[in-house]
């Protein structure tokens, strides 16, 4: 292989595609896998403080990325993925396009490596990067928006070819995929309702682990922070001393 083709010339050669492409519905289950697998260490590694399960799996993130980056044939989570896919009908999209999302990937999964595989240091803004990870794999697998792609659109200043969902090609939406007045009022009532209620649950709710303690401090202010402890303080003291 010349470097060349191995730069220009990532995914499958297919037959009526003028670009080499990959496999989205086996991407997309690969993300998912991922996704899962992601959500329940978090809360097993993080939440029980096994952190030998997050390790184990925050180093095979690394490794899978940099396995995609190479080449997409073989890689664990893409041969899970076509596994489970293998029976549906492909959906081919630009391989470049993918290679460069997955890169991100991987840049996002090398401090990883570094702050919780070899040294296991929790800090609300380390973990924040574990959610951006978890949340560009849950955009890929729930509704097929690969974000490194749309970036690969902006910084080459070239139209993509065969995106997924089909956005590369202008075309006019039909009336099933647009919004009425009512709809867009449930949409954004439904939209605000998720996010004010994950909110009000990790701020008031008693945590009862130290992940929840970790997410419930997280979300405060420093006031209201201050002011909760100083109520426990004092809920304490009345505790001890209230009957003298």
Known sequence: ????????DYGEKVPGYDITVVNEREARAAAGILGVMGTIIIFVGIGFNHTMVARIYLAFLWVDFTLRMISPKYVPSLLLGRF???????EYVGGLQKRFAWTIGWFISL??????????????????????CASLMFLESAFSICVGCMIYKVITRK????CPGGVCELRKKD?????????KVITALAMLGLIVGTYVFLA?????????????????????????????????????????
């Open 1 to 8: 292989m010349s470097l060349q083709s191995f730069l220009w």
């Open 84 to 90: 489970f896919v293998q029976n549906q009908k492909p």
């Open 111 to 132: 401090p990883m490596v570094w702050w919780f595989v070899l040294h296991w240091e929790i800090t609300f803004y380390k973990v924040l990067i574990c959610v951006l």
């Open 159 to 162: 139209n993509a070819e065969y």
């Open 175 to 183: 009336p099933v995929q647009t919004f009425n007045p009512l709809q």
């Open 204 to 244: 008031y709710e008693q945590p009862k682990t130290f992940f929840g303690e970790f997410l419930h401090e997280a979300v405060l202010t420093k006031a209201q922070l201050k002011k909760e402890k100083d109520e426990a303080y004092q809920k304490q003291l009345e505790k001890e001393f209230g009957d003298d």
